[in-house]
């Protein structure tokens, strides 16, 4: 089992930043990925930004130059730093992970998410 914890959301001014953070936690023989998605009220959930175990990075178009996903492997960690959020940036974001469960002789591989961490970026 493996779980994701969240943290850093909040309230902030449009042109403000936010640094989410999610660790994760349990029977982690490798972490594949780690990534963020959003999902805003009416809309699809949507991959924000996500970087694998050897440090690639994928981000969407709508935030690519603000926003910046790095990971600590020592903390099981990733995180994202926004920067110039816009009100459009509002959502529940989600900490996604990939994870390989097990050892080198039995290995099995699931996805699990964070609950969600609230932005907001409002005036």
């Known amino acids: 089992q493996v779980q994701l914890e969240e943290s850093g959301g909040g309230l902030v001014q449009p042109g403000g930043s936010l640094r989410l953070s999610c660790e994760a936690s349990?029977?982690?023989?490798?972490?594949?990925?780690m990534g963020w998605y959003r999902q805003a009220p009416g809309k699809e959930r949507e991959l924000v930004a996500r970087?694998?175990?050897?440090?690639?990075?994928k981000y969407a178009n709508a935030v690519k130059g603000r926003f910046t996903i790095s990971r600590d492997k020592d903390k099981n960690t990733v995180y994202l730093e926004m920067f110039s959020l816009k009100p459009e940036d509002t959502a529940l974001y989600y900490c996604?992970?990939?994870?390989?469960?097990?050892?080198?002789?039995?290995?099995?591989?699931?996805?699990?998410w964070g609950q969600g961490t609230q932005v907001t970026v409002s005036s």
């Open positions: 996604n992970a990939e994870v390989v469960s097990g050892s080198y002789y039995a290995q099995y591989e699931s996805e699990y």
């Open positions: 349990g029977d982690i023989y490798i972490l594949n990925f």
């Open positions: 970087i694998t175990g050897s440090g690639s990075t």
